[in-house]
């Protein structure tokens, strides 16, 4: 590591903290699709695309469906085969028929506009934490630090805030820029991903190095941060242990038997095939059947149909 580095460490405020931040992101603001979210329902479906899908991906996507459903109350009547077929490619169709259950409530419950704080978007369907968070620090200024596995790494390295601790959310919460919650975000993000990353930071080149409570010490793991999905998948987990290939998984499985629904006009019903891909008629039974549960279908039989 350069010896330029400084060897003393300052104290970590956050008026420092943000000052060298934002000055760094001045001129590295990464060009994001989702960023140009405008309203508070626009933040939200980008947040939930984006929770086992990277960020550069789910752009076109979202830019779609916001085109198309521009409002909570605009997207609760949704056939489900639009609904469906507007995700197709994102995967986690769950993650969808929740995203249209959280619109009805929105409409139902709160006059169509997506509620601030951040006891009430936990409450909606399938929004954690950290959506929550997300939400409300993007779309309203809301103080409060969104804890992925990108800024729980940031602050827990600056901090020196072990993984797990409940010290950590206060501690990023205190760090977030009073009126520029969202600029805050976006820049610890982007710092996250280009500065402070998993395996090798380059501490050399960061801007918030010189009150960094591990300066430099954790450049082949991770001191802290790193948070495991939730319940409602809110968080997706890192450092995943190798997996089988996707076509032999049963989400290749299942997204392949609802594409095929998508493709056929509406109520159609399909017979249940004998194979898909390496899926021999047990899977795909077992598929079909788990679909059905989860609201995505209806059998009959050896039949199947989307749900209206």
Known sequence: MPSRLPTRRLPLTRRRFVARLFAWHATRDRHLLVRDAATAWEVLVAEVMSHQTG????????????????????????????LLGAWSGLGYNRRALALRETARLIASEHGGSVPR?????????????????????????????????NVSRVVGRVAGIERGSRDLQPAADALVARGHARRWLNAVMDLAER???????????????????????????????GVTADATGDVPAAGRLAQAPFRHTTRWLRGRLVAVLTDVPAGTWLPLPDAVGTHDRHAVAEAA????????????????????
């Open 55 to 82: 960020i550069e991906r789910v752009g076109p996507y979202w830019r779609r469906f916001v085109d198309t459903w521009p409002t909570p109350t605009a997207l609760a009547d949704a056939p489900t085969r639009d």
């Open 195 to 225: 500065v402070c990353t998993l395996r090798k930071p380059a501490c050399d080149v960061c801007p918030v190095f010189s009150m960094c409570a591990t300066r430099g010490t954790n450049g082949t793991g991770e001191l802290a941060g």
């Open 117 to 149: 704080r951040v006891s009430e978007l936990e409450r909606l369907p399938g929004i954690g934490p950290y959506t929550a968070r997300a939400v409300a620090a993007t779309a309203f200024g809301t103080p409060v630090a969104p804890l992925d596995v």
């Open 289 to 308: 059947a788990a679909l059905e549960r989860e609201g995505f279908v209806e059998l009959d039989g050896g039949r199947l149909r989307l749900r209206p």
